[in-house]
């Protein structure tokens, strides 16, 4: 799949590949103590880049979430970290996110541990971002309610996200199969949390699938409406979109469908946490087809090329290198060198995961000290709208 249609900046259009067995192994919890706790200065953090992003804690990353989602965040502070650009980095575990469609309340609590364990293993620093536990900051509720006074409720009807997420959760491929008696308000209503998430922290940029760019839009539809409210047009910037490159990875059994954390048979899926047997077993299972040779090809061969997209997502070549390097071998070389690929890429963060996932208290820091970072700003943006409001 190419590109989707919009302006890739050139910091992400040119920046290499980033890797876990670079960044991984070296995250530790002491080197968080000196820089991590620092609240950004307001009047820099207005004339900087600001990039929000968010990730529900619904589970381990399966790999589609790693490539589509994690490895950009990862790219980003790289980016920052060598001084090519100033930005401020805002990544959230959107706990609210995931309450909008019935989850185990003790699930949840282990799951969004697990998730800053993930975020911390796959090498991000809270020296360079701000990680934070969305629902640790009040103001996300306060200002998306705000912002429902405001939201149509005809566009947030035409968004096909909420259609989308109740058909996963029942491991559907079918929007037919969905009705409005499915729907709860708070998932109707996700949009526009998600805008309130975006504009607590004046964000000029945000890292968008295919699927949220209708989000992105209403995002900027609200930012435009409050502007004109508050009679302030420079209160909030209109956010873009960063597009990715990137190939949707799709089911390993079922190729005509994306890989889903919610999908309830394993082979399905590779989790960034897998053991090496287990990669081994899930890719060896995975559904090809009777031809012997490798050709990319998705709408014909969709199997096949989830595999090359696979491979050429995690070794960070060229989708051509890969299809040179595969053009003369067997599925059966394919599947050996990509099991290869995979287990190392992964080894070292297994390694950091398991210690943190152990480290509870060091954890646990962390996030309180990104969610008192994170609320110092949102705060501050909040008392402003609330002010032209009248709420102050």
């Given amino acids: ?74 790219r980003l502070q790289e980016l920052k970290k060598e001084g090519k650009k100033e930005m401020d980095l805002y990544y959230s575990i959107v706990g609210l996110h995931a309450i909008t469609l019935p989850r185990d309340p003790l699930q949840l609590k282990k799951e969004r541990f697990e998730m800053m364990c993930v975020l911390l293993a796959i090498g991000l620093d809270p020296a360079h971002c701000c990680l934070f536990n969305q629902d640790q900051v009040p103001a996300h509720s306060e200002m998306a309610w705000i912002l429902n006074c405001i939201a149509p409720v005809g566009r947030l009807n035409r968004m096909t996200t909420w259609k989308s997420q109740i058909a996963s959760s029942k491991n559907s491929n079918s929007l037919s199969e969905v009705d409005d008696s499915m729907l709860h308000l708070g998932l109707l209503a996700y949009p526009v949390l998600q805008s309130a998430d975006i504009l607590l922290y004046k964000s000029t940029q945000v890292p968008v699938g295919e699927d949220q760019i209708q989000h992105l839009e209403l995002t900027k539809v609200l930012a435009k409406a409050l502007n004109k409210q508050t009679k302030n047009k420079n209160l909030f910037p209109l956010p873009q979109g960063i597009y990715t490159r990137q190939s949707k990875i799709l089911n390993l059994r079922n190729p005509t469908m994306k890989m889903s954390k919610s999908n309830p048979s394993d082979l399905t899926k590779i989790l960034i946490t897998d053991t090496p047997e287990e990669i081994r077993k899930k890719i060896k299972s995975a559904v090809t087809d009777s031809i012997e040779s490798i050709r990319y090809d998705p709408e014909n061969r969709p199997g096949i090329s989830n595999l090359i997209d696979i491979y050429q997502s995690i070794s960070g070549q060229e989708l051509e290198q890969v299809q040179r390097r ?26 950091e995961f398991s210690r943190l996932v152990n480290s509870r208290e060091d954890v646990e820091k962390i996030y309180l000290a990104g969610s008192q970072k994170a609320a110092a700003v949102a705060n501050l943006t909040l008392s402003q709208v609330k002010k032209h409001i009248g709420l102050d």
Avoid: C
């Avoid at 620092?38 to 804690?57: L, N, W, Y």
């Avoid at 099991?339 to 297994?350: C, D, V």
């Fill in 326 to 351: 595969f053009q003369d071998k067997s599925v059966v070389d394919l599947k050996s060198e990509l099991i290869e690929l995979l287990i190392e890429h992964f080894r070292p963060f297994n390694a």
């Fill in 1 to 74: 799949m190419g590109r989707i249609p919009g302006r890739l900046p050139f910091f992400l259009e040119t920046f290499a590949q980033s890797s876990i067995k670079s960044h991984g192994s070296r995250i530790h919890p002491e080197r968080f103590n000196s820089t991590s706790n620092k609240v950004p200065d307001m009047k820099a953090h207005q004339t900087r880049e600001v990039i929000f992003s968010g990730i529900q804690p619904t589970g381990v990353p399966h790999i589609g979430n790693y490539v589509g989602a994690l490895q950009n965040w990862i």
